[in-house]
């Protein structure tokens, strides 16, 4: 250090002034390093973190997708059985109806010819009992009462087949309609399965889409990594061109020829173009690609 105590007070405070200065500018230039490293990592850590929690949410949502779909359609085929059933259980009470009507017009048919009977036989105890023969006019009268009674069964086991048709009719409607409706939810219940089996797909979309943006975080995390090292290396440039233009100064103070200060700035202003071109190509690299060097 004695040639700094063989300095004048006005040499010792510029010597002094400069140093501080590339202290101050280095000081400076890792923080500024580190900060922006910092952001860098936060950026890589919030995008990794904003992955983890789609892809959670979208494996959530595809199992929530499919189990909701299998529990559908299995209400639904449910309720096609129990459409088919009770569209059976309702033709069959329809065809015991229509049994019964025939049953009963059977039994009326049997009623009515007994009465035929009984009214044919009270007729000739009547005419014989009478003295009337059992020829011309009361043959004629016994054979209207019979045609008569003929018409009327006729007339009530037409009624008879007319209500049993309609039953059954209604029975066959019944099924049909029964068959239709379990028809309908079958391929509700296909729908909802078929819904069900592309919630993977929506899920795998989703993943790539979430993919995409990881990768576009990570690659804005890698830019920001390789603008703080082009900023540290443009900024380590600036500080050799001030220690350069600063040796000028020392050395017009100590007494050196103007010649070799001049030669000391041009080497730093030569240093400092170096550094600044070096700066600007990983800068434009980190903008155009969004990766750059790692330090």
Known sequence: MAWFAGLTLAQQIMVGVGAAGVVASGVGLGMQYNAQKEAARNQEALTKYNYAVQAQNIRQQQALAEWSARAQA???EANAAIARQTAETNARMLEGQAQGELSRGVEQQRRTREDQLRVAALQRARFAKGGVAMAGSPVEVLAESARYMQL???DAWYETNTKRDSLLWDAQM???GGEVSSAQYKMQASLLRAEGALAPVRARMQMREAEFHRLA???EASGMK???TAG????IG???????GSYGTWGSLFGETAKGAGAAASTGAAMNASAKG???VLATKAKVTGFGFKF
């Open 74 to 76: 299995g209400q639904v």
């Open 152 to 154: 009327a069964l006729s």
């Open 174 to 176: 019944q099924r049909y």
């Open 217 to 219: 975080g990570l690659n």
């Open 226 to 228: 390789s603008a703080a």
């Open 232 to 235: 540290l290396v443009t900024g």
């Open 238 to 244: 600036t500080t050799m061109l001030s220690l350069a």
């Open 278 to 280: 070096t700066g600007t």
